[in-house]
């Protein structure tokens, strides 16, 4: 198995867009409903959409290759804030999907690595993220990792309201 991560630019486009459109999919499938999740996918993940944050100086994004296939990709983003962690030195993991088929490979636990590493050498202190409170899998990645929940916040999607956990750890 051979597994590399590297960051992408803007003529990675097409596969996050490919990669953003099918790993949110597979993550919400059973709880969401198909129009909003349609919806949602094809505003976020749009060609323009994505060539937008690749342009975007505050947005950081990494492929994951395993034997040469793209198969999961993070994404950090800078300036971004939340109230439980004002006047921190924070940067957000904005996401961090993976291929079903590529799950439980050690995928992810690679992309947050090199997460960690850019958010230390950018000089941050502190990384925070926002997962759903439906997504327990999530939750327990995160924790195995070290962050630990310090809030929630709100975020509208399709016709509901839904809950993050905020999330964070140290650098
Ligand atoms: C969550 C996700 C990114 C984890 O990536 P992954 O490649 O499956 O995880 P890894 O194989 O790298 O696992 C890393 C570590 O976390 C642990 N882990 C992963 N998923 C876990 C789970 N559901 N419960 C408990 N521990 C878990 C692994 O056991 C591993 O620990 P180890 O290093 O001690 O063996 C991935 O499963 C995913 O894309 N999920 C769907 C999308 C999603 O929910 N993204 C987050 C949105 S906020």
Redesign the pocket.
Known sequence: MNLSIRQADVSDKNIICALGVT?FC??YFEQDESSDLANYVLESFSPAQIEAELNDTDSTFFIAELNGKAV?YAKLRENSTVDCLKNKNAVELH????LER?????????LMNRCLETARAKGYETIW?G??EE?P??R??YE??GFVKVGELQFPYGKTVGTNAVMKMEL
Request: no cysteine; hydrophobic share 45%.
């Open positions: 790993t597979e993550a999961g996401r961090i999907y993976i590529a799950k439980g490979k050690g995928v992810g636990g690679e993220l997962v759903w997504n899998a999530a327990k990645f195995k990792l």
